[in-house]
T-cell receptor, first 116, second 113 residues
Framework: GAVVSQHPSRVICKSGTSVKIECRSL??????MFWYRQFPKQSLMLMAT?????????EQGVEKDKFLINHASLTLSTLTVTSAHPEDSSFYIC????????????FGEGSWLTVV | KQEVTQIPAALSVPEGENLVLNCSFT??????LQWFRQDPGKGLTSLLL?????REQTSGRLNASLDKSSGRSTLYIAASQPGDSATYLC????????????FGKGTKLTVNP
């Protein structure tokens, strides 16, 4: 079946540095991918919609200059957390849908980011 | 703005018990509703997806119902097993063509052997 893969699954970075998370659709093309963030004991919250070949659409309150999204191909979207701070430590997860109408949405394995 | 609430936040039951997890949403204009399972430190596994025109879906020991007019869904787990221990998330896809989902905070289920 369809698989969405995220890398890395866990990353620790120093405060002030940038970290990139990749989301790949392994056996299907995804014109749209979604990036979510989940803080402990909270809901998954949509951060942005990643559109292949165009700019991402960010949800209210999400800083587009801090969370850079690039969707350069139909199988890869990347999220870069720039100048990371401890409060950015969270679980980041992407999703992509397959097929017309996008009825089936597949999630990646998620990436745990810890900023120290 | 669509809001999704899940009750209870946590549930602990003995093995073999049947149980019900609840999900409510504020806007009935949904495209579908989906139940996911999330294991600690892991991604999401889709369990059941109910289209807005459907009232229930079944998969093995799981049965999910949808009452769109009242903004409610339930996930019924029969004969619970320790391996069912996980956090169960309810998510709605709003009507309108977007594939983005609105999630509840989840119910953390512990099935004790």
């Amino acid at each position: 079946g369809a698989v969405v893969s995220q890398h890395p699954s866990r990353v620790i970075c120093k405060s002030g540095t940038s970290v990139k998370i990749e989301c790949r659709s392994l056996d299907f093309q995804a014109t749209t991918m979604f990036w979510y963030r989940q803080f402990p004991k909270q809901s998954l919250m949509l951060m942005a919609t990643s559109n292949e070949g165009s700019k991402a659409t960010y949800e209210q309150g999400v800083e587009k200059d801090k969370f850079l999204i690039n969707h350069a191909s139909l199988t890869l979207s990347t999220l870069t957390v720039t100048s990371a701070h401890p409060e950015d430590s969270s679980f980041y997860i992407c999703s992509a849908s397959k097929g017309a109408g996008g009825n089936t949405i597949y999630f990646g394995e998620g990436s745990w980011l810890t900023v120290v | 703005k669509q809001e999704v609430t899940q009750i209870p936040a946590a549930l602990s039951v003995p093995e073999g018990e049947n149980l019900v997890l609840n999900c409510s949403f504020t806007d009935s204009a949904i495209y579908n509703l989906q139940w996911f399972r999330q294991d600690p430190g892991k991604g999401l596994t889709s369990l059941l997806l109910i289209q807005s025109s459907q009232r229930e879906q079944t998969s093995g020991r799981l049965n999910a119902s949808l009452d769109k007019s009242s903004g409610r869904s339930t996930l019924y787990i029969a004969a619970s097993q320790p391996g069912d221990s996980a956090t169960y998330l309810c998510a709605v896809r709003p009507w309108g063509g977007s594939e983005k989902l609105v999630f509840g905070k989840g119910t953390k289920l512990t099935v004790n052997p």
